[in-house]
């Protein structure tokens, strides 16, 4: 409806081919706002059509006439409710996404591919071929190289760093970058998983770097692999190293003539270890500044008080084997490179994660607690334990000890395995009122767990339903069954995945079908020359195996029969053909 003064006009849709021209048909006094009208629809059209001064007279259009007091209708119902449920929708999806993060990580690659590609910039590092790789990496005496992915975020943010280090190493290694999406034949002869991966190639064998993904690091690293175990000159070198901020760092000094066991020992300890910071000195005078005798080491803790005498070890074991020496060494460092009670929180995770101690125990309270008892225990412990503790710890760090549920004080005992497994051990109920009967209680839970009398505490989601389960094609595993009769004396292969993991989204189909082959195939078989197969399912996030170290999702894990031994990773593509060839390979027969 327009309105001007007081004259009202009457609203026109006037159809000239494909648009729809609205002209104003004047049924007032005002002929001069009329025609404005009228001129304005004739601008609209793109001087294509002509419009007549009466509309009425045109054949061509039709017609429609407004009432006087014009009324704004509302949609329909229907319509109404789809844009409710869209509305719910996406506030939906955005509640989900604030309390579950990790359920978009899967979008990462793709929106980083977009804003920037991960393949590295600077000119020091090299780009890779095939042929490249064939005539210069693969008999290198030294070349630092990177596979990655072009969607990669990781790879993106590491690809600056990548570059400084490789600028600082010019003359010492080369440092070169593939891109394994391109090169799938030598991402799989080097079982490359993910991305980033660096691996060190020299004289025909390869290392991969799994330290921090820092400039300094990756320097370091190469150097060490280049020269050795740095070599100290001087007492400002000495000072330089043993300033090294956040590591663990291990001084051997030894007498002017180092050609002896100890120093053997040490220099391939230093070689083998990439957690901590090693360095030596085969010069009397500078070891003189530190210990009374030669040899000796020196280990230099970041958590110490920096006013404290650092702990050193007169090594003296001239009728030692080897690896004897070896063991007395890492015993040494073990005991003396975490010092008391830790502790736990992000800026000492990195150091927590790479000791060498096998147990720790975990203590977590308010943070007003009184806990001298639990030092006086640590000391009582030394070198047996790796005393921790949190005052503040999360639902989620609850969780993961094994302490649903339980309230403050309380404690777990962590044994990790050499796999990267870790069990746990937690203490039962809270330990209520802190001081000696706390420390008698965890002092005695700590021997239990060291003798095996006590049984580690398996994280498990409810058992599923016995029908669903019987008519499923893939077999649901939590972590309470995987021992039971179900699975016991049967081949197994395994998918751990996580609901939020786009990847096992699109394996889960394929997973399906493989089953449903595999069923139909094997019972067609001479049951005497085959055993039977499990293909299964398990929620890695709700879920573990003893002794199975889940790194990433999805995993795939093909257990033999007899449960002996490390199972078969499987990291061949996931198509069913491929899958389907790598059960028939990997099967147990029977005699």
Not at 89 to 111: C, D, K, M, Q
Not at 316 to 329: C, F
Not at 338 to 355: D, K
Request: hydrophobic share 40%; aromatic share 8%; charged share 20%.
């Amino acid at each position: 409806r327009q309105q001007t003064g007081q004259s009202r006009g009457v609203v026109h849709a006037v159809r000239v081919g494909a648009p729809v021209i609205v002209t104003m048909a004047d049924q007032g006094t005002n002929p001069s706002t009329s025609a404005h009208l009228r001129q304005r629809a004739v601008q609209k059209s793109n001087n294509d059509e002509t419009l007549t001064k009466d509309p009425a007279n045109s054949s061509n259009k039709s017609e429609v006439q407004a009432p006087s007091e014009a009324r704004i209708s509302s949609p329909p119902l229907w319509q109404q409710i789809v844009v409710l449920l869209i509305i719910a929708a996406f506030a939906g999806t955005a509640f989900h996404i604030v309390r579950n993060p990790e359920s978009i990580l899967w979008l990462e690659g793709y929106l980083d591919v977009w804003s920037h590609p991960a393949k590295p910039s600077s000119p020091d590092v090299m780009h890779v071929d095939a042929d490249v790789f064939e005539a210069e990496v693969r008999s290198s005496t030294g070349y630092l190289l990177e596979f990655y992915a072009p969607w990669c975020g990781a790879c993106k943010n590491l690809s600056p760093t990548y570059g400084e280090a490789a600028t600082l190493l010019k003359g010492d290694a080369v440092v070169g970058a593939i891109d394994a999406t391109s090169h799938r034949e030598l991402a799989k002869e080097f079982s490359i998983t993910g991305f980033p991966t660096i691996l060190w190639f020299s004289n025909g064998t390869h290392r991969e770097y799994d330290g921090a993904r820092t400039t300094r690091a990756l320097v370091d690293w190469v150097h060490k692999r280049v020269y050795g175990v740095q070599q100290l000159q001087t007492s400002a070198d000495v000072a330089a190293v043993a300033a090294t901020p956040d590591t663990v760092v291990v001084l051997g000094f030894f007498p002017s003539d180092a050609d002896h066991d100890q120093w053997k020992v040490f220099q391939e300890r230093g070689m083998d270890d990439d957690d901590r910071k090693y360095a030596v000195t085969s010069g009397g005078a500078l070891g003189k500044e530190w210990c009374a005798t030669l040899p000796c080491v020196v280990v230099l803790s970041p958590l110490r008080d920096v006013e404290a005498s650092p702990p050193t070890w007169q090594w003296e074991a001239p009728n030692a084997t080897t690896a004897a020496l070896a063991e007395a060494l890492t015993a040494f460092i073990r005991a003396e490179e975490l010092p008391g009670v830790v502790p736990y929180s992000a800026a000492t995770r990195s150091l927590i994660s790479a000791t060498l101690h096998t147990h720790s125990v975990v203590l977590l309270t308010e943070q007003s607690s009184d806990i001298h008892w639990y030092h006086a225990l640590a000391a009582e412990q030394h070198g047996a334990a790796l005393f921790l503790h949190n005052a503040d710890a999360s639902d989620r760090f609850h969780s993961y000890l094994g302490l649903d549920g339980v309230e403050v004080p309380c404690v777990s005992v962590l044994v990790h395995s050499a796999n990267g497994y870790v069990r746990k051990f937690p203490l039962d109920g809270s330990l209520g009122s802190l001081g000696d009967a706390a420390q008698e209680r965890v002092r005695a839970h700590l021997s239990a767990v060291a003798s095996g009398t006590v049984a580690p505490k398996i994280k498990s989601a409810e058992a599923p339903d016995a029908a669903t389960e019987a008519a499923a094609a893939v077999k649901t595993v939590v972590g309470s069954t995987w021992d039971s009769d179900a699975f016991r004396g049967s081949d197994v292969f395994l998918e751990v995945y996580a609901p939020w993991c786009g990847h096992c989204k699109k394996l889960a189909p394929i997973w399906t079908e493989l089953a449903q082959q595999l069923e139909s195939e094997f019972e067609a078989e001479d049951e005497g020359v085959h055993g039977k197969v499990i293909i299964a399912k398990m929620d890695g996030t709700e879920n573990e195996i003893p002794d199975v170290n889940i790194k990433g999702f999805p995993t795939l894990l093909f257990f033999n029969a007899d449960r002996q031994g490390e199972p078969v990773s499987y990291r061949g593509a996931r198509t069913l053909d491929a899958l389907v060839a790598f059960v028939r390979t990997h099967r147990t027969r029977v005699p």
